[in-house]
């Protein structure tokens, strides 16, 4: 079936703006993750759903960031007021079920540039 | 804390074997995994190690130790097309969250 899908590809801001980033995870996963990858490193963790909730958001930077998956399907990670340091590919991930042994697949990611 | 070392560039040429290494300190640890990623493109799956020993699949094996906190992949027969980043990432305990190291950057040359 289809991968992770995430839209926009591409997304170009000015400082102090709003964005939001979608991310639709494969049919079926009930877990999903969010990651940012700044050039050169590894994607970073930011936030983890089971469901509809937030298991885990201990890796977003500040409460700048948040998101949701309010139907446990397509989530949605919101940036306000961006800074410069916000750019980075945000990638999203899902698992059939959240465990470890379950692999991540990952979308193509939001190239986020702040102006 | 969380760290996660692997070498940042390494050259290979085609057709021969390459090993690229990984060693993590990590608070947690649930298992490790190896994913390749082109330029641009999405990390790829391509193995996942919970006990110690050598996993095989294909021209692509590998490896872990967790009493030395250490992995390797293995990649035989290179080719022109295994020229991406290969990023070793640990699993924590809750199983919900990946730790990557910086990746390794592999060039094959001809």
């Known amino acids: 079936g289809a991968g992770v899908s995430q839209t926009p590809s591409n997304k170009v801001t000015e400082k102090g703006k709003y964005v939001e980033l979608r991310c639709d995870p494969i049919?079926?996963?009930?877990?999903l993750y969010w990651y940012r990858q700044s050039l050169g490193q590894g994607p970073e963790f930011l936030i983890y759903f089971q469901g509809t909730g937030a298991a885990d958001d201990s890796g977003l930077p500040n409460d700048r960031f948040f998101a949701v998956r309010p139907e446990g399907s397509v989530s949605t990670l919101k940036i306000q007021r961006t800074e410069r340091g916000d750019s980075a590919v945000y990638l999203c991930?899902?698992?059939f079920g959240g465990g470890a042994g379950d692999t991540q697949y990952f979308g193509p990611g939001t190239r986020l540039t702040v102006l | 804390g969380q760290n996660i070392d692997q070498p940042t560039e390494m050259t290979a040429t085609e057709g021969a074997i390459v090993q690229i290494n990984c060693t993590y300190q990590?608070?947690?640890?649930?298992?490790l995994f190896w994913y390749q990623q082109h330029a641009g493109e999405a990390p790829t799956f391509l193995s996942y190690n919970v006990l110690d020993g050598l996993e095989e699949k294909g021209r692509f094996s590998s490896f872990l130790s967790r009493s030395k906190g250490y992995s390797y992949l293995l990649l035989k027969e290179l080719q022109m097309k295994d020229s991406a980043s290969y990023l070793c990432a640990v699993i924590n305990n809750a199983g919900n969250m990946l730790t990557f190291g910086g990746g390794t950057r592999l060039m094959v040359k001809p």
């Open positions: 049919s079926g996963h009930t877990a």
């Open positions: 991930a899902s698992s």
């Open positions: 990590t608070s947690g640890f649930n298992g």
